[in-house]
């Protein structure tokens, strides 16, 4: 079974539609982020969260927000979409360790359509 | 502000053979950690290698290898004995340590394995 799993796996929507993107771990990590893909630009950091009390923005956080419902659930919400928020969403996690095991692991991604 | 430059948009390489991806970045961090990220058509991002900035030793992971410049803030990727399961986009990302880690993506290169 995946350790970050991201639901759903596809969707379309409409401009002026609120949408909510999940993610769920079971890699027991306190450390989870949004990023989005947009072709030619690489990932870029909506928002990230260190623990549960603990939600930060990332780079391009202006027209989302998010919930850190448990240790294990994040979700992304898009308030009213628009069609340049058309993207690849990915969630990753990260565990804080004595011995900087800092590596990000990725679910598979959220591929979203705004029309 | 941190920074990651990909300047190969695209490369190819013949199976079997070596080839080297680079990546500059620049940061104002003592500590950080620098990453390879592979995605593969389906999309999925997988972690390649990566390496501690304190380490000297240049991380390898079996066919994969960097080559680390600290001085030069340089950290390519040189794969070698290229399989054609390699095909995919490959990023180059960054890392601050403590309370400053988040990733930070090179835009990637494209690499094509050809038979």
């Known amino acids: 079974d995946a350790d970050v799993t991201q639901t759903p796996r596809n969707r379309i929507t409409k401009t002026g539609k609120r949408i909510m993107l999940e993610c769920s771990q079971t890699k027991g990590h306190d450390r989870m982020y949004w990023y989005r893909q947009d072709p030619g630009l690489g990932l870029r950091l909506i928002y990230y969260?260190?623990?549960?009390?603990?939600?930060n923005k990332g780079e391009i956080s202006d027209g989302y927000s998010v919930s850190r419902q448990a240790q294990a659930k994040f979700s992304l919400s898009l308030e009213s979409a628009i069609p340049n928020q058309t993207a690849l969403y990915f969630c990753?996690?990260?565990?804080?360790?004595?011995?900087?095991?800092?590596?990000?692991?990725f679910g598979p991604g959220t591929r979203l359509l705004v029309l | 502000a941190q920074t990651v430059t990909q300047s190969q948009p695209e490369m190819s390489v013949q199976e079997a053979e070596t080839v080297t991806l680079s990546c500059t970045y620049d940061t104002s961090e003592s500590n950080y950690y620098l990453f390879w990220y592979k995605q593969p058509p389906s999309r999925q991002m997988i972690l390649v290698i990566r390496?501690?900035?304190?380490?000297?030793q240049n991380a390898t992971e079996n066919r994969f290898s960097v080559n680390f410049q600290k001085a030069a803030k340089s950290f390519s990727l040189k794969i070698s004995d290229s399989q054609l399961g390699d095909t995919a986009m490959y990023f180059c990302a960054q890392a601050g340590g403590g309370s400053n880690y988040k990733l930070t993506f090179g835009k990637g290169t494209l690499l094509t394995v050809n038979p």
């Open positions: 969260s260190f623990d549960v009390k603990d939600i």
């Open positions: 390496q501690e900035a304190y380490k000297q």
């Open positions: 990753a996690t990260s565990a804080t360790t004595g011995t900087g095991e800092e590596t990000q692991y």
